[in-house]
């Protein structure tokens, strides 16, 4: 039997897995940015924001240093998190 590899080696250190490796960390730390700078204009759910904020920063610097299904899911759901948080405060 044989076990799902879910990091590609290979991918990664390939010219095109470099730009996606780069562009997964700049835009994560660009929507935290945005993120953190929305929560300076709230009054209620402050604390949530920011949250989100730096667990998304946390999370994409770890997706593109060693990128794995796992970690790239945790971006993926962090950022479908930031609607969902706003439409609820």
């Known amino acids: ?16 897995g470099m730009a996606a490796r780069i562009s997964i960390a700049v835009l ?13 204009m709230l009054s209620q759910g402050t604390w949530l924001f920011v ?4 667990t998304l920063a946390a999370t994409s ?7 794995t299904l796992i970690r790239l899911l945790v971006v993926a759901a962090n950022l479908i998190a930031i609607p969902i948080i706003a439409r609820m405060i």
């Open 51 to 54: 949250l989100v904020g730096v």
């Open 28 to 40: 994560g730390i660009v929507a935290s940015t945005l993120v953190l700078m929305l929560a300076t």
């Open 1 to 16: 039997m044989t076990t799902p590899q879910l990091v590609l080696p290979e991918w990664a250190t390939a010219p095109l």
């Open 61 to 67: 610097i770890r997706a593109a240093r060693y990128p």
